[in-house]
């Protein structure tokens, strides 16, 4: 590992991305362990525990979200560029924006909505474990503003780089 490596792993973003990693890790493991718990229980002792497939149920609406993010930040989210690719200069950047505009656009209309319903989940709690249900419906909020973000950091990223360089080349 070179001293540029240390440094790049040793950055603010790249902390918060192993962090955030482990946090899906440790949300993924607890989703499989109370899953299987339950599992061994219903076969062998024809029972379960509630608690663990609401548990459950919580921990998979987080994973997904924040791994939704995750995967915008890699930008390993599924595209389809089968027209633009095959674009070049106004014509391509024209797509570009409009893409990005679409996106930022459903992405504001999901974070009015999650944020409608972390208003309203407030008063409501969940049924075993008693959790306000606004805790859940935060999740998407958390999805759509941390896509957000993603796609403005990118935006301006995509506008500051050199000329020369391809709008959809990823440097490392």
Same mark, same amino acid.
């Given at each position: 590992?070179?001293?540029?490596? @240390?440094?790049?792993?040793?950055?603010?973003?790249?902390?918060?991305?192993?962090?955030?990693?482990?946090?899906?890790?440790?949300?993924? +493991?607890? $989703?499989?362990?109370?899953?299987?718990?339950?599992?061994?229980?219903?076969?062998?002792?024809?029972?379960?525990?509630?608690?663990?497939?609401?548990?459950? @149920?919580?921990?998979?609406?987080?994973?997904?979200?924040?791994?939704? %993010?995750?995967?915008? %930040?890699?930008?390993?989210?599924?595209?389809?560029? $089968?027209?633009?690719?095959r674009l070049k200069g106004v014509p391509r950047l024209l797509c570009n924006v409009a893409t990005r505009v679409a996106?930022?656009?459903?992405?504001?209309?999901?974070? @009015?909505?999650?944020?409608?319903?972390?208003? +309203?989940? $407030?008063?409501? @709690?969940?049924?075993?474990?008693?959790?306000?249900?606004?805790?859940?419906?935060?999740? !998407?909020?958390v999805l759509a503003v941390g896509m957000l973000g993603v796609l403005f950091a990118q935006t301006v990223?995509?506008?500051?780089?050199?000329?020369?360089?391809?709008?959809? +080349?990823? !440097?490392?």
């Amino acid at each position: 590992m070179t001293p540029t490596d @240390r440094k790049k792993d040793s950055s603010p973003g790249a902390r918060l991305h192993r962090a955030t990693e482990a946090l899906i890790a440790l949300s993924l +493991a607890g $989703m499989v362990l109370a899953v299987f718990v339950n599992v061994v229980l219903r076969y062998v002792f024809d029972t379960g525990i509630v608690f663990y497939e609401e548990l459950s @149920r919580l921990l998979f609406v987080w994973l997904v979200s924040i791994g939704a %993010v995750l995967a915008s %930040v890699e930008n390993k989210h599924l595209g389809f560029d $089968m027209v633009v690719s095959r674009l070049k200069g106004v014509p391509r950047l024209l797509c570009n924006v409009a893409t990005r505009v679409a996106i930022a656009g459903v992405l504001l209309l999901v974070v @009015r909505g999650s944020w409608d319903q972390v208003i +309203a989940g $407030m008063d409501s @709690r969940s049924t075993v474990i008693g959790y306000p249900l606004a805790l859940a419906a935060a999740s !998407t909020l958390v999805l759509a503003v941390g896509m957000l973000g993603v796609l403005f950091a990118q935006t301006v990223l995509e506008w500051r780089a050199p000329p020369h360089q391809a709008p959809d +080349a990823v !440097t490392e």
